[in-house]
């Protein structure tokens, strides 16, 4: 099956600073790269996602890169805000969609003042 | 638009005793989901369904853990009996069901279990 790899396990940027998740995955059947928000107490929300034809993505001040030859896609946070903290997980599926996610472990990304 | 409604929220009981958890998916969506997230963790796949139909549950527990979709709109996980590992959040989630479509995942507030 899947296999998802997500580092760092916590991550501590200034505020206004840039912030970068890495995720590998093990499955090149994959084809579908969600990116997932938990707020302390809260459900995961979904805040990016990336399809296997398409090579980047940007939202605003997020943007996810793909690799598929390396196997491995990234979170970009751009000018962090305090309300960026969070832990983030990254997922990987062959589906297409939200069949088959398979989760990282999470990346708790603090914002310092 | 109302989202993936759980209950209960926080439930606290002793090994070896049952527990019960409800999901009610976004109107018209028709894949459910349980994901079972242990603290430090991100979330693991328990069952899927589609409609009141299993799709996936192999990675469910089945000799303590059961599931049911039975008229294809909400959902019930039961834990019985429970183990101290089995302390985590269990989230439901719900998606639009299109095979091959662009479906996207949407979680509840979830139901945090501690197993004493």
């Known amino acids: 099956g899947e296999n998802v790899e997500q580092h760092p396990s916590t991550l501590s940027v200034q505020e206004g600073d840039s912030a970068v998740i890495k995720c590998t995955y093990s499955?090149?059947?994959?084809?579908?790269f969600p990116w997932y928000k938990q707020e302390l107490g809260k459900r995961p929300q979904l805040i990016i996602d990336i399809r296997s034809n398409v090579g980047e993505k940007k939202d605003q001040r997020i943007a996810v890169t793909l690799n598929k030859t390396a196997k491995h896609f990234s979170l970009h946070i751009t000018e962090t805000q305090p309300e960026d903290s969070a832990v983030y997980f990254c997922?990987?599926?062959w589906g297409g969609g939200a069949d088959g996610l398979t989760f990282g472990k999470g990346t708790h990304l603090i914002i310092q003042p | 638009e109302a989202g993936v409604a759980q209950s209960p929220r926080y439930k606290i009981i002793e090994k070896r005793q049952s527990v019960a958890f409800w999901c009610n998916p976004i109107?018209?969506?028709?894949?459910l989901y349980w994901y079972q997230q242990i603290l430090g963790q991100g979330p693991k796949l328990l069952i899927q369904?589609?409609?009141?139909?299993?799709?996936?549950d192999s990675q469910l527990p089945k000799d303590r853990f059961s599931a049911e979709r039975l008229k294809g709109v909400d959902s019930t996980l039961k834990i019985q009996p429970a183990k101290l590992e089995d302390s985590a959040v269990y989230l439901c989630?719900?998606?639009?069901?299109?095979?091959?479509?662009?479906?996207?995942?949407?979680f509840g507030s979830g139901t945090q279990l501690s197993v004493l």
């Open positions: 997922a990987a599926s």
């Open positions: 499955d090149s059947a994959s084809n579908y």
């Open positions: 369904f589609q409609n009141n139909g299993v799709v996936d």
């Open positions: 989630a719900s998606s639009g069901g299109r095979q091959g479509a662009n479906e996207k995942l949407f």
């Open positions: 109107s018209g969506h028709a894949t």
